[in-house]
């Protein structure tokens, strides 16, 4: 089992810059990626980012490439999702999310809400 606790969730201007933490614990394997979703009211999650296990290599959406930067620390078991020229639209409870090798997610955070709103 692993377990997964969402931070850094808050209110921030359009164009405003916003780092969430995430921290893992519990049983950690060795290929466990992780990731970040959002759900925005009345819309369906939706997938933000991975950084996979193996060679720390990092996928964005589209809509959020060259933005948002995701990252990881092992020995401190966090990662991070950090978000910069942020727009109304990223407005959404945003959940890290962990899974196995090539594998499915297994794991889910309760999520931290973020507002962009002037």
């Known amino acids: 089992q692993v377990q997964l606790v969402e931070s850094g969730g808050g209110l921030v201007q359009p164009g405003g810059s916003l780092t969430l933490s995430c921290v893992y614990s519990?049983?950690?394997?060795?290929?466990?990626?992780l990731g970040w979703y959002r759900q925005a009211t009345g819309k369906e999650r939706e997938w933000v980012a991975t950084?996979?296990?193996?060679?720390?290599?990092?996928d964005y959406a589209d809509s959020v490439k060259g933005r948002f930067a995701v990252s990881r620390d092992n020995a401190k078991n966090t990662t991070w999702l950090q978000m910069s020229g942020l727009k109304p639209e990223a407005t959404a409870n945003y959940y890290c999310?962990?899974?196995?090798?090539?594998?499915?997610?297994?794991?889910w955070g309760r999520g931290t809400q973020v507002t962009v709103t002037s």
């Open positions: 950084i996979h296990a193996i060679g720390m290599t990092t």
């Open positions: 519990g049983h950690i394997p060795e290929d466990l990626n």
């Open positions: 999310a962990a899974s196995r090798g090539s594998g499915a997610v297994t794991y």
